[in-house]
């Protein structure tokens, strides 16, 4: 009796729940933006085209759709993103050689990275850390198939992305603008499969002043992407891989491969050579205390932070 009561009470919440969940279908207001629309009332507010179609959305791209608005890939700096994390936007003036909305201060100012419509947020925070280590500028090209918001910073872990992103272009166009207003020496160097010189030594030379440009993990470089590149007198390189189980390699470890073998060049060609620094602190002994198996282990129990 109890057994079959209990059954009848959960049908009957089960029902309200589902008559709630119909009057929230048919509520009109309560719809979000379809995509489409909302991707061509941001291009057409940033002065964009969408004549191309953007690229099927990530996984995190699709949760966060349900919010009006949220295809809209916004310009920033680093500046804004501070700000929009409760930070105080400076006034100070450009540092000795940094360059406002191309780089900062540290970083290089012979090679640059471009992502363009990046999906995944965890393969773009990759891109930012390689390109933290090696003080490379990173430049987003959206739509994008996530927020720039503060939440999705730290869930990527980027605490440093102030340090990294200098800006974030709302289309191809606005890119390809932005990049013939800058002086040469300047070249585009797009990575696809559709590339026909390979990569690296000794078919590919990289020189000062290169921007390495990478395309969607779900569709690669848009047609005007190549286009603008070779128009440009820029390079289509590609990185060879065994094609008989996957078709393409991460867009980080792409970016990676890409990155360091053009700073390994520029570094030789500079004659600055390769400095390598053994770490000093902590030590291999104090990293292999502190953890097993690779896990970091528990502090002492009533021990407190100093």
């Given at each position: ?7 009848w ?18 509520t ?10 909302a991707?061509?009332?941001a ?10 179609t ?33 930070g ?5 003036p ?8 191309v ?9 640059g990275?471009?992502?363009?419509h ?24 959206g739509?994008l ?11 990527a872990g ?5 340090s ?9 166009g ?8 800058l ?18 030594a000794?078919e ?13 993990e779900?569709s690669?470089l848009p047609?005007?992407?190549h ?13 060879p ?16 491969v ?23 602190s902590?030590t ?23």
């Amino acid at each position: 009796m109890a057994t079959a009561l209990g059954r009848w009470r959960f049908s009957q919440a089960g029902l309200r729940r589902l008559d709630k969940l119909k009057e929230r279908m048919h509520t009109v207001t309560d719809r979000p933006e379809p995509r489409a629309a909302a991707v061509g009332r941001a291009a057409a507010a940033d002065g964009c085209s969408t004549s191309s179609t953007p690229p099927e959305p990530g996984p995190a791209a699709r949760r966060g759709a349900s919010r009006p608005g949220a295809w809209r890939c916004r310009t920033i700096s680093p500046v804004a993103t501070a700000a929009a994390a409760g930070g105080e936007a400076s006034t100070a003036p450009a540092e000795d050689g940094a360059v406002p909305g191309v780089r900062l201060a540290w970083h290089r100012p012979d090679v640059g990275v471009v992502l363009v419509h990046p999906q995944i947020p965890q393969n773009t925070g990759n891109v930012a850390r390689s390109c933290a280590a090696t003080a490379a500028p990173l430049h987003l090209v959206g739509p994008l198939g996530f927020d720039l918001d503060d939440r999705k910073l730290k869930r990527a872990g980027l605490d440093y992305w102030d340090s990294v992103a200098v800006h974030v272009h709302p289309c191809w166009g606005d890119f390809f603008a932005f990049f013939k207003t800058l002086p040469e020496p300047k070249r585009l160097v797009a990575y696809t499969v559709y590339g026909d010189t390979y990569y690296g030594a000794p078919e590919f030379s990289y020189r000062p002043g290169d921007w390495l440009v990478f395309g969607a993990e779900t569709s690669g470089l848009p047609p005007e992407a190549h286009d603008d590149v070779v128009a440009s007198g820029g390079a289509l390189v590609k990185i060879p891989i065994r094609d008989t189980h996957v078709r393409s390699i991460n867009l980080a470890v792409a970016a990676g491969v890409g990155l360091f073998e053009a700073i390994r060049q520029l570094d030789e060609q500079s004659g600055s050579g390769h400095e390598v620094v053994p770490r000093q602190s902590p030590t291999l002994q104090e990293v292999a205390g502190a953890h097993r198996d690779g896990k970091p282990l528990a502090p002492p129990r009533g021990a407190r932070a100093a």
